[in-house]
């Protein structure tokens, strides 16, 4: 059995609310855990604008997306981190990105829109999109 790929959760945390950026990548969690190893950037304990942990911050993020064979990201309002991670992902390392954004094509960021492989409506066509073209 070939070892399960590996999802790193991009999306807001700084100036969102704990409980939103927690929810949605929970949610993903529990729907794709079975099939996939999941790295949440919410498991340390970092408290944004601190300076002594501002590289720590920025650094273990990028391990995790180098780590990552997939990202999924939540791209529900713009995002200096998130944005980092997509290009860092995409331009750099040539991972497959899946993000999921209320905004329509015309309203995304163009630099989201090129770098994002694939833009879907919400979490669920998100998953649902992973788990058709990666589950093994």
Not at 22 to 41: G, I, N
Not at 81 to 86: K, L, Q
Not at 90 to 96: P, Q, R, S, W
Request: glycine letters at 2%; hydrophobic letters at 40%; one cysteine or more.
């Amino acid at each position: 059995m070939s070892e399960r790929k590996v999802i790193y959760l991009s999306g807001p945390i700084m100036d969102e609310h704990a409980g939103t950026a927690r929810q949605w990548r929970d949610s993903a969690k529990v729907q794709l855990a079975e099939k996939f190893k999941l790295l949440d950037p919410m498991r340390r304990k970092f408290v944004d604008r601190q300076v002594d942990s501002a590289n720590e911050i920025v650094e273990f993020d990028l391990q995790d997306v180098r780590d990552a064979d997939i990202l999924l990201v939540n791209y529900n309002k713009p995002s200096i981190g998130t944005s980092m991670e997509v290009f860092f992902a995409a331009h750099d390392l040539g991972k497959f990105i899946v993000a999921f954004s209320p905004f329509e094509y015309k309203d995304c960021s163009p630099w989201m829109a090129r770098y994002c492989t694939k833009i879907l409506p919400d979490l669920e066509s998100a998953v649902q999109y992973i788990l058709d073209n990666f589950a093994e």
